[in-house]
T-cell receptor
Framework: AQSVTQLGSHVSVSEGALVLLRCNYSSSVPPYLFWYVQYPNQGLQLLLKYTSAATLVKGINGFEAEFKKSETSFHLTKPSAHMSDAAEYFCAVTRLDYGGSQGNLIFGKGTKLSVKP | EAQVTQNPRYLITVTGKKLTVTCSQNMNHEYMSWYRQDPGLGLRQIYYSMNVEVTDKGDVPEGYKVSRKEKRNFPLILESPSPNQTSLYFC?????????????FGSGTRLTVV
């Protein structure tokens, strides 16, 4: 069965510093992978997705993620943190063990990013 | 504006009193789903629907019902709510149920059962 592990429930960085949020997945076949962001009191918004094209995926707000099959990882990075990046981030993988929809997503438990001035 | 609309945003109810959380999307999406979000547990899928009249259980369906009579609507029904159903609920939709499509999420419904 597929699963997603996000290392670190809380990450704190200084404004201008590198943001690195870690995501590892388990899947018996090449997965589709997603990063979502949740700002306070809002729903989740798609940041970027990997669907087996380029391994380096660029998303909105300057974020990018690299799919590394050998490491089963899909870490999210941003070169320079901004105060507005403070939010909770969720990694998700396509669920393939259901007989019905392959669009079902399994979400990690989330990482809260704090940005210090 | 393309969106998923949930109502209500906040709801406090008592144990055993039936309630419905509505979800509507205006994007002609085939696929819709309900998730609950709890601290430290992330999002867990309750039910999903591939299309009209086609629904299936997710990981935590106990205590919930859904229906999909129209493409745009996917209400979540709690026939007899209990305190362990206190949670933040999200409705999501996607163009199809095929892999690779991302979800559009509603703004959430915060439910408290006392």
């Amino acid at each position: 069965a597929q699963s997603v592990t996000q290392l670190g429930s809380h990450v704190s960085v200084s404004e201008g510093a590198l943001v690195l949020l870690r995501c590892n997945y388990s899947s018996s076949v090449p997965p589709y992978l997603f990063w979502y962001v949740q700002y306070p009191n809002q729903g989740l918004q798609l940041l970027l997705k990997y669907t087996s094209a380029a391994t380096l995926v660029k998303g909105i707000n300057g974020f990018e993620a690299e799919f590394k099959k050998s490491e089963t990882s899909f870490h999210l990075t941003k070169p320079s943190a901004h105060m507005s990046d403070a939010a909770e981030y969720f990694c998700a993988v396509t669920r393939l063990d259901y007989g019905g929809s392959q669009g079902n997503l399994i979400f990690g438990k989330g990482t809260k990013l704090s940005v210090k001035p | 504006e393309a969106q998923v609309t949930q109502n209500p945003r906040y709801l406090i109810t008592v144990t055993g009193k039936k309630l419905t959380v509505t979800c509507s999307q205006n994007m002609n999406h085939e696929y819709m789903s309900w998730y609950r979000q709890d601290p430290g547990l992330g999002l867990r899928q309750i039910y999903y629907s591939m299309n009209v009249e086609v629904t299936d259980k997710g990981d935590v369906p106990e205590g919930y019902k859904v229906s999909r009579k129209e493409k745009r609507n996917f209400p979540l029904i709690l026939e007899s709510p209990s305190p362990n159903q206190t949670s933040l609920y999200f409705c999501a939709s996607s163009l199809t149920g095929a892999a690779g499509y991302g979800y559009t999420f509603g703004s959430g419904t915060r439910l408290t059962v006392v």
